[in-house]
């Protein structure tokens, strides 16, 4: 699978409302509007919404999905704190962003992306909705945080809908049945240009990407849709008229789309919804190991006994893999101005499946829970072994 790597990759969330022409500062995912001293405030809530499961039904066309689905899509405009190097260190100001989102039950509740709403670690002090009504009238509704999974790029909002218009909740569909050719809308506000649509195709799926805490994003789904600055945190729309992804990020090497856009499947963000409602927070199985992917040529210079899997550079103490005795490397290797460390285990297998790279191994773990039993199996010098590791909860990154 192929992982977008950061240098040709931008989170889409942001665009200066005011100041569009400044597109070529987007690499830096929020562009400012204005500066003021602030303190950022985070909150939590509950959340209950169910995803719709998509099913057979007449293909609509990109003007019948527009008008049926555009009205609980949303303009997300966030304030975010912002750290500069002043002449007498660090200045803490603010900055305000547009992205997108998409309301998700009739009780207010609304999907984006975790990045639209935070940064760095720490949850926008001020975000408000913006609903579109009949031809160019909106409306502003101040927005809660109800809760924030930078691991998945994953944020939930809750408006009053005493306050809001008559919300239309979007329906979810199942990213897991979404194919490679099959067409696709989204709706959003590209470039500050709201309530935008574009339309295009599945172009691939089980794409993984990164989000904004490291961490990895399985099962992705590639469109050439154009997506731009401002569409992020708003829906990628099957032909049924149902949501199979949160748009979140271009590979680009010129900062604009060039035919690559990416969603968070829809798949992944119910489950951190559900979540949310149950516990309030969202857990994620662990290992416990660093890993470096190995290639068949990476192999043959290293003089290892394997033609792909793992290397695991690291073993965290007190971790699933350290009580199952898998062991970390001790040495390092450079190798084409890549260092590698070497001596410790190298993991090819994981319950039954050949693992090729140390995204394939990331993705594995993602698909369980804490607490499930798993079969790894490792070359350690010329013995292959197979141990049992109950994955436990991973450390909270946010």
Wanted: proline share 5%.
């Amino acid at each position: 699978m192929t992982r977008l790597r950061s240098h040709a990759l931008m989170f889409v969330s942001g665009v200066a409302v005011a100041a569009i022409a400044a597109v070529a500062l987007m690499a830096t995912g929020v562009l400012p509007v204005r500066t003021q001293t602030t303190t950022v405030v985070t909150s939590g809530q509950t959340l209950g919404t169910t995803p719709v499961s998509t099913a057979a039904s007449t293909a609509l066309t990109p003007a019948e999905i527009y008008q049926r689905d555009a009205p609980g899509v949303v303009e997300v405009v966030s304030t975010l704190q912002t750290t500069e190097q002043g002449f007498f260190g660090p200045v803490t100001g603010t900055s305000q962003a547009l992205g997108s989102g998409f309301v998700v039950s009739p009780q207010g509740y609304i999907l984006t992306n975790a990045h639209v709403v935070s940064s760095d670690g720490k949850a926008a002090s001020k975000v408000s909705v913006v609903f579109k009504g009949k031809g160019s009238q909106t409306t502003n509704v101040t927005a809660r945080i109800v809760g924030v999974d930078e691991t998945s790029d994953v944020a939930v909002l809750k408006v009053d809908p005493a306050r809001a218009p008559a919300l239309r909740p979007l329906p979810l569909g199942r990213s897991s049945a979404a194919q490679v050719g099959e067409p696709v809308v989204a709706i959003g506000n590209p470039l500050g240009y709201d309530f935008s649509l574009t339309s295009g195709i599945v172009s691939a799926t089980d794409r993984n990407l990164q989000s904004p805490n490291g961490s990895t994003i399985s099962n992705g789904i590639q469109t050439d849709a154009a997506i731009n600055e401002g569409n992020s945190g708003g829906p990628l729309i099957d032909s049924a008229g149902k949501v199979i992804g949160i748009n979140e990020q271009i590979a680009s090497q010129s900062g604009g789309n060039q035919g690559l856009g990416f969603a968070v499947p829809i798949d992944t963000a119910a489950s951190v919804m559900s979540q949310l409602e149950k516990n309030g927070k969202v857990t994620y199985a662990w290992l416990g190991v660093s890993g470096q992917t190995i290639s068949a040529d990476v192999a043959k210079a290293l003089g290892l006994k394997v033609d792909q899997g793992v290397l695991v550079a690291s073993v965290e103490s007190g971790s699933p893999a350290a009580k199952a005795g898998i062991r970390g490397g001790s040495r390092q290797v450079a190798l084409q101005d890549q260092v590698y460390v070497t001596g410790g285990d190298i993991i090819t297998r994981v319950g039954g499946s050949a693992v090729a790279s140390n995204d394939d191994l990331s993705a594995f773990v993602a698909a369980h829970k804490p607490g499930d039993r798993v079969t790894v199996t490792l070359v350690r010098g010329s013995q292959t072994l197979t141990v049992q590791v109950t994955l436990g909860t991973r450390p909270s990154v946010f």
